[in-house]
């Protein structure tokens, strides 16, 4: 005979288990969240300055892909399948570096203040200074790298153009619907990074949800500096009224799709689901 009350006292256990680590993953966000929120500005600047700098690697990647497939005869699904991968690159820099990222403290940092332990003073302070850092970082990298690419000869300017116009020609609504599903993978691999107890599982989530990204041509408001400034930089087609159409949908996207989809749907269903009453004891 099955003995059902081995079973039940088994499922009580996976089931206890499950909440336990849902619990841990919520308390090291909390706890990281944290620390971010009660770093020095100068501290938080050059580290966000540092992301948006290094995440430029993976659009100018993108651009030497595209130039590469125009005389290898690559086909359509290849080509987006390595623009992908190329994309990712940038992230991966990022996130395994711990540099400050926008769109990792639209959940990130988000958490401390649902759980009531920094205020929305201390959030609007931190998400200004790394996103300002950011966009300045990637604007710097957009420059630099406009000029020393097709200099090399390792990407043609029209490559950047191509980038910057596939994000650019959409209607703002599309980016900013499109940016909610960008922001709300951001804010899951946020999760999952917590989560994860090695560096090689860290590094596969990221290049998983990179790529994802990459794939959708989903609007990432950082990496979109350096793809959408770049095609400005080279073309007058494109011109800084293109970018700020594109920027200002894309961030309130991320920022909505990390913060609603992402930190207040996990905050609340762990809590409620926590045998202690607030569930979030960073200690």
Known sequence: MTDTGSEGVEDVGAASDTRADQENIL???????????NRPADSLALSGLSAGLDIGFGPLLMAVVLTVSESAG?????????????????????????????TEHTT?????????RA?????????????????????????????????????????????????????WQIILAAGVLAGWLMGLLSWLVAAAQES????????????????????HSIAGTVEV??????SPSLTGLDFLRFLVPATIGNAIGGSIFVAVLKYSHVVRGSTVPNGTDTE
């Open 74 to 102: 690559t086909t359509p699904l290849v080509e987006e399948l390595v623009l992908a991968n190329a994309y990712a690159i940038g992230f991966v820099f990022v996130v395994l570096g711990r540099s400050e990222l926008f």
């Open 108 to 116: 990130l940092a988000v958490l401390p203040v649902l759980d009531g």
């Open 229 to 234: 400034l770049a095609g400005v930089f080279v």
């Open 27 to 37: 308390r090291v966000q909390i706890r990281e969240g944290l620390s971010e929120l």
């Open 200 to 219: 090689v599982a860290r590094l596969l989530f990221v290049w998983i949800i990179a790529t994802a990204i990459g794939f959708a041509h989903l609007p």
């Open 119 to 171: 205020s929305l003073g201390q959030l609007a302070r931190l998400w200004g200074i790394v996103y300002g850092a950011n966009v300045v970082g990637g604007a710097v990298f957009a420059a630099i790298v406009v000029f020393v690419a097709p200099g090399l000869g390792v990407a043609d300017a029209s490559a950047f153009v191509e980038i910057a116009t596939s994000l650019t020609e959409h209607r």
